[in-house]
């Protein structure tokens, strides 16, 4: 003899009602994604604006550790060691090729004082250190004060063991025949109006960092 079958019904519903899974409707999807985008196109330039400031800390900061470098060694080998700007940084025998800083930069210990690496097999002019190119549109510049003027700077600086800039004849920098007060590294990021930074290298190789409008 077969069981009867009973019906049980679910707690809380009427008779004959349905139970529904719960969810959004399209109205609230909707919605939702407006609300989204509002909050989006809000935060987007605030965003922007932090990862440029950002990409000019550690970029200038990047160019202070080459600066820092080149003059440390040179107190700590008791020869000049010299920062300059190189297109071929990333190559095998890198070299102080070119005067744009924006492409690369390199720190070496230049023993014979010249400016320029020697890459010969039995050379003692030692690579130190070196930067690829500046990435995110980032531009800098480089500048020598006279005290009253200012003027395209040179495509390498030096330090002597005592941690000053190198001279010629005690008032130019190496490579340049202007009397010499102090050098300017000047970043800015791709957008103009916003803010950058300025390195500035007294001619005792202190450098300052301060922020700059580009």
């Known amino acids: 003899m077969m069981s009867p079958v009973f019906s049980r019904k679910l707690p809380g519903l009427m008779p004959g009602a349905r139970r529904f899974a719960g969810g959004f409707t399209v109205i609230e999807l909707m919605l939702a994604v407006v609300i989204l985008a509002i909050i989006v196109a809000l935060g987007a330039p605030g965003l922007m604006s932090f990862v440029t400031q950002s990409r000019m800390t550690g970029q200038i900061n990047d160019i202070l550790a080459d600066v820092s470098l080149a003059r440390n060694e040179a107190a700590s080998r008791g020869?000049?060691?010299?920062?300059?700007?190189?297109?071929?940084?990333?190559?095998?025998?890198?070299?102080?090729?070119?005067?744009?800083?924006?492409?690369?930069?390199?720190?070496?210990?230049?023993?014979?004082?010249?400016?320029?690496?020697?890459?010969?097999?039995?050379?003692?002019?030692?690579?130190?250190?070196?930067?690829?190119?500046?990435?995110?549109?980032?531009t800098i510049a480089v500048t020598l004060s006279t005290g009253g003027s200012s003027t395209t700077g040179p495509a390498m600086i030096q330090f002597r063991p005592y941690g000053g800039m190198a001279t010629n004849g005690q008032t130019t920098l190496a490579g340049s025949s202007t009397i010499l007060s102090k050098a300017v590294f000047t970043l800015c990021p791709v957008n103009t109006g916003k803010d950058g930074r300025v390195m500035t290298i007294a001619m005792t190789g202190r450098p300052v960092i301060s922020r700059v409008g580009c």
């Open 79 to 138: 020869v000049r060691v010299a920062i300059c700007a190189s297109n071929n940084s990333t190559t095998a025998t890198p070299t102080c090729s070119g005067t744009d800083w924006n492409a690369g930069r390199i720190v070496f210990v230049d023993v014979d004082g010249s400016g320029q690496r020697n890459t010969a097999a039995n050379s003692t002019e030692l690579l130190l250190k070196t930067s690829p190119a500046l990435t995110g549109g980032s």
